[in-house]
């Protein structure tokens, strides 16, 4: 299990910022949230992830572990957090280039989803 601290760490050695663990976490929470709701929540096996189906849950409580574990998460996450930190601090054009790279390994990870995990028949999907 990939762990939001270890996640926080790796970014913190990479790009020395002043954001709060805590405003970490809630970003982590919240790009978990997305992720469920965009991808997951709309396939087969979405059950098995409850604490993200959990309706008492809030979007900004820190999970207690990820959702997407290596050899695909510690990119997203990694990359999610730092391009947060870049819009944080102003900096647009790495924010954008971080954007990208978060983005593209997004897209990996979900095409894998969607080859393993049957859709649920009459969901609708965003195009």
């Known amino acids: ?3 939001p601290s270890t996640i926080i760490s790796l970014v913190d050695e990479i790009r020395p910022n002043t954001v709060t663990t805590a405003t970490k976490k809630g970003w982590l929470a919240r790009c978990d949230q997305t992720i469920y709701d965009q991808v997951i ?3 087969f096996g979405a059950d098995d992830l409850v604490p993200y189906k959990n ?8 999970p207690e572990y990820l959702m997407i574990d290596d050899p695909y998460g510690t990119p997203i996450y990694e990359y999610y957090l730092i391009s947060m930190i870049d819009q944080t601090n102003g900096d647009t054009a790495r924010y954008n280039n971080d954007s ?5 390994a997004l897209q990996v990870w979900a095409k894998k989803w969607h080859r393993e995990h049957m859709p649920i028949p009459g969901m609708r999907f965003r195009v």
């Open 1 to 3: 299990m990939l762990l």
């Open 41 to 43: 929540a709309r396939h």
């Open 55 to 62: 309706e008492t849950r809030q979007q900004d409580d820190p």
């Open 100 to 104: 990208i790279v978060y983005n593209a």
